[in-house]
T-cell receptor, first 111, second 113 residues
Framework: QKEVEQNSGPLSVPEGAIASLNCTYS??????FFWYRQYSGKSPELIMS????GDKEDGRFTAQLNKASQYVSLLIRDSQPSDSATYLC???????????FGSGTRLSIRP | GAGVSQSPSNKVTEKGKDVELRCDPI?????LYWYRQSLGQGLEFLIY????????KSGLPSDRFSAERTGGSVSTLTIQRTQQEDSAVYLC???????????FGPGTRLTVL
């Protein structure tokens, strides 16, 4: 089992719809979770961090965390073509005291 | 404030040559990571420095790769006897500690001819 698992996509979503990106992880002791966005040819940039169970909203983005199910997700409301990018899930593994990245989900917003 | 900086931004070298890539982390950040990203692929972890602890070198692909971090700040990634398969973007990221979010530099694009 991969330490941090994401569906590679591509995930195609119509403009204006909700895009849902999912991530599972294997370390039950993990406490810190992040979502990064990476445009083609650019470095990853942090868009959300979440530490507690439940939802965290920031503008059009909502991160959801369920530690019991070892599951973290990112919802993007009112998807725009500019949201087309690869989204990376990252988890701080308490067992290793370091951050582990998933392989990313490629999201495409179609006009 | 200043973010993570990397130099050079682009490096073209010939097969068999050695290269050095530099990373300047955000001031005060104790954690520093190096990653490699080939075209269309995910992040490949290379090495992790955290404070004065021994670095986690578990991701280095061969003994041609090495890295050091001097004075807990600047880091240099060295690739000896470069091969064509080393061609990739090398990314550096820093974090205030091993538990918080990372901030990435712009990367160094390495091309081995």
């Amino acid at each position: 089992q991969k330490e941090v698992e994401q569906n590679s996509g591509p995930l195609s979503v119509p403009e204006g719809a909700i895009a849902s990106l999912n991530c599972t992880y294997s370390d039950r002791g993990s406490q810190s979770f992040f979502w990064y966005r990476q445009y083609s040819g650019k470095s990853p940039e942090l868009i959300m961090s979440i530490y507690s169970n439940g939802d965290k909203e920031d503008g059009r983005f909502t991160a959801q965390l369920n530690k019991a199910s070892q599951y973290v997700s990112l919802l993007i409301r009112d998807s725009q073509p500019s949201d087309s990018a690869t989204y990376l899930c990252a988890v701080v593994y308490s067992s290793a005291s370091k951050i582990i990245f998933g392989s990313g989900t490629r999201l495409s917003i179609r006009p | 404030g200043a973010g993570v900086s990397q130099s050079p931004s682009n490096k073209v070298t010939e097969k068999g040559k050695d290269v050095e890539l530099r990373c300047d982390p955000i001031s005060g950040h104790t954690a520093l990571y190096w990653y490699r990203q080939s075209l269309g692929q995910g992040l490949e972890f290379l090495i992790y420095f955290q404070g004065n602890s021994a670095p986690d070198k578990s991701g280095l692909p061969s003994d041609r790769f090495s890295a050091e971090r001097t004075g807990g700040s600047v880091s240099t990634l060295t690739i000896q006897r470069t091969q064509q398969e080393d061609s990739a973007v090398y990314l550096c990221a820093s974090s205030s500690d091993g538990y918080n979010e990372q901030f990435f530099g712009p990367g160094t694009r390495l091309t081995v001819l």
